[in-house]
Antibody
Framework: EVQLEESGGGLVQPGRSLRLSCRASGFTFSPYVMSWVRQAAGGGLEWVSFIRSKASGGTTEYAASVKGRFTISRDDSKSTAYLQMNSLKTEDTAMYFC??????????????WGQGTMVTVSS | QSALTQPASVSGSPGQSIIISCTGTSSDIGNNDYVSWYQQHPGNAPKLMIY???HRPSGVSDRFSGSKSGNTASLTISGLQADDEGDYFCSSYTRSSTLVFGGGTKLTVL
């Protein structure tokens, strides 16, 4: 079965760190752009970051709201993408979804989504 | 990068057609043809309905169609069905190689 499974969410205090993982299965992981999108309770979607394939340089992009605090990475040998979140703020509280580009090397639309992992930043 | 602008809500009766607009700027929607639309039902992950302005992924009904003019994109749903009810989000690639979403539109099928 083709799927994405997030893990690593939880309750964390402001200023602390958390690392999210996204394990892919059922498809060849390496050629795909992987992205994180978050959604606050009752709110809209907010794109967070994406990482291109190694063949495309493995380069990364970030939303302004997380740039300098979050780092996205990937381990193709484990079919897993990561989101390292540092200096967390209360406004980072959200459900974090892992997503995959619709086609190989495609970074503009995402056809596969995990069920999400909840991150709560609170003292 | 500011969020794209969508109406907060739209509604329609079964069988009717509705249009959801998504307004951006010359730095996003007006800069390329990489507009996508997602449908989200409560408690579920979003589902891609349209990519590259007017392309449907495999398995998406042809009742869903997209278009773009200038800095505004639109999603049209024809032959409205009860299961179409939910939240719809547009997104666009930007000049800065990032992505931006709209605030979302709640579709109610009367």
């Amino acid at each position: 079965e083709v799927q994405l499974e997030e893990s690593g969410g939880g309750l964390v205090q402001p200023g602390r760190s958390l690392r999210l993982s996204c394990r892919a299965s059922g498809f060849t992981f390496s050629p795909y752009v992987m992205s994180w999108v978050r959604q606050a309770a009752g709110g809209g979607l907010e794109w967070v970051s994406f990482i291109r394939s190694k063949a495309s340089g493995g380069t990364t992009e970030y939303a302004a709201s997380v740039k300098g605090r979050f780092t996205i990475s990937r381990d193709d040998s484990k079919s897993t993408a990561y989101l390292q979140m540092n200096s967390l703020k209360t406004e980072d509280t959200a459900m974090y979804f892992c997503t995959r580009g619709i086609f190989r090397y495609f970074e503009n639309a995402f056809d596969m989504w995990g069920q999400g992992t909840m991150v709560t930043v609170s003292s | 990068q500011s969020a794209l602008t969508q109406p907060a809500s739209v509604s329609g009766s079964p069988g009717q057609s509705i249009i959801i607009s998504c307004t951006g700027t010359s730095s996003d929607i007006g800069n390329n043809d990489y507009v996508s639309w997602y449908q989200q039902h409560p408690g579920n992950a979003p589902k891609l309905m349209i990519y590259e302005v007017n392309h449907r992924p495999s398995g998406v009904s042809d009742r869903f169609s997209g278009s773009k003019s200038g800095n505004t994109a639109s999603l049209t749903i024809s032959g409205l069905q009860a299961d179409d009810e939910g939240d719809y989000f547009c997104s666009s690639y930007t000049r800065s190689s990032t992505l931006v979403f709209g605030g979302g539109t709640k579709l109610t099928v009367l």
